[in-house]
C-alpha cells in the first residue's frame, strides 16, 4: 500500500521545510487542529495518523510488527523518505515523542529539532525513577480496558485531560478513543504502557524541546525533569496548566512556546 495513504498523510502550509505533527495514544491528527495551522506560514505542515488510529489503513496494523514503537518510528521514516524531506521539525505527543525520539535516532539527518509534548520514556516507577505508576496500576489499567474498553475510555479521559471545569475537553477525548478500533486500542496500550525507553535517551543527539504540563498525572513533572537531564541538547518548558494535552487545553501556549525554540535557532546543521 502506498505509505501515505496507509498513514492518512495530509499536507498544507507554504515552507520549504516540513513540520510533522504525531499523536498520542487512542487520538488522531485533528487533534493538533488548534496548534498546527499556526505554522503553516512558515512551514510545509504534515499530518498523520499512527497506522491503527484515526483513518490510517486499520488492515495494516500487524501486532506482531507493532509489538514495539520501533516499528511506529519506521513508518514516520517511511514517510519522510516518500516526501523526500530532511531536517524537519517533528512534534511527537505522548508515546509519539517516544516514537519521534526513536525516528531520530535511527535516521539523525532526517531531524532539525523535536518537540516533545508531555512525552515519558516510562510510565512504570524503578527503582530511583519516578515514572508516575507501579507496574501493579498499569496492569489494573489494562484489564479494565480488557473488560469494558468504552466503559474505561469514559472513566479515564478526564483524568487524562484534566480541566475538569472544560468538561468538552474531556468529552472529546473520549469521542476519539471510541472511534478506535477497541482491539487495536488495547494492543496499543499495552505497547505504549509498558514500553521503557530510558536506555535510548542517551543515543539522541537531535536538539529537543520538552513542553511539560505542571499537573499532568500521566506523565508527572519529575519525568519532565528527568528526561530534560538524560537529552543532551534539550530545553525543558513546563505550561502552567493541568493534564496531558496542553495542545488541546492551552493551545495558544503551545504554540509561543514552540516558536520560542524554534527561533532560537537551535537546530543541527548537514551538508
Not at 521539525?89 to 532539525?112: D, K, M, N
Not at 527503582?127 to 474498553?149: T, V
Not at 524541546?209 to 505542571?214: D, E, H, M, R
Request: charged letters at 15%; a negative charge; one cysteine or more.
Amino acid at each position: 500500500m502506498n505509505v501515505l495513504k496507509r498513514n492518512n498523510v495530509t499536507i498544507s502550509g507554504a515552507g520549504e521545510q516540513a513540520m510533522v505533527f504525531v499523536h498520542g495514544f487512542g487520538c488522531d491528527q485533528r487533534m493538533w487542529r488548534l496548534v498546527a495551522p499556526a505554522f503553516r506560514e512558515h512551514y510545509q505542515v504534515v499530518l498523520l495518523d499512527l497506522v491503527g488510529s484515526g483513518q490510517s489503513d486499520l488492515a495494516s496494523y500487524d501486532p506482531v510488527r507493532y509489538s514495539s514503537l520501533e516499528a511506529h518510528a519506521d513508518d514516520v521514516l517511511e514517510v519522510l523518505h516518500t516526501l523526500n524531506q530532511h531536517q524537519v521539525v517533528l512534534v511527537g505527543h505522548s508515546v509519539s515523542a517516544i516514537i519521534g525520539l526513536l525516528a531520530s535516532i535511527r535516521e539523525p539527518s532526517r531531524f532539525a529539532q523535536l518537540v516533545l509534548v508531555a512525552p515519558s520514556p516510562c510510565y512504570i516507577n524503578n527503582g530511583n525513577y519516578i515514572g508516575g505508576f507501579e507496574k501493579a496500576d498499569i496492569e489494573e489499567l489494562l484489564e479494565a480496558m480488557d473488560e469494558n474498553y468504552l466503559g474505561w475510555s469514559s472513566t479515564i479521559a478526564p483524568v487524562i485531560m484534566g480541566h475538569l471545569e472544560r468538561p468538552e475537553l474531556a468529552a472529546e477525548l473520549n469521542n476519539s478513543f471510541c472511534r478506535t478500533d477497541p482491539a487495536i486500542a488495547r494492543h496499543f496500550a499495552r505497547v505504549t504502557f509498558l514500553s521503557d525507553n530510558r536506555n535510548d535517551l542517551p543515543k539522541v543527539s537531535t536538539p529537543s524541546l520538552i513542553l511539560q504540563s505542571a499537573h499532568d498525572l500521566i506523565a508527572p513533572i519529575v519525568v519532565g525533569t528527568y528526561l530534560h537531564r538524560q537529552l543532551a541538547n534539550s530545553q525543558l518548558f513546563v505550561v502552567e496548566t493541568s493534564g496531558h494535552c496542553p495542545h488541546l487545553s492551552v493551545p495558544q501556549v503551545t504554540i509561543e512556546a514552540i516558536n520560542r525554540f524554534l527561533s532560537a535557532g537551535v537546530c543541527r546543521q548537514y551538508e
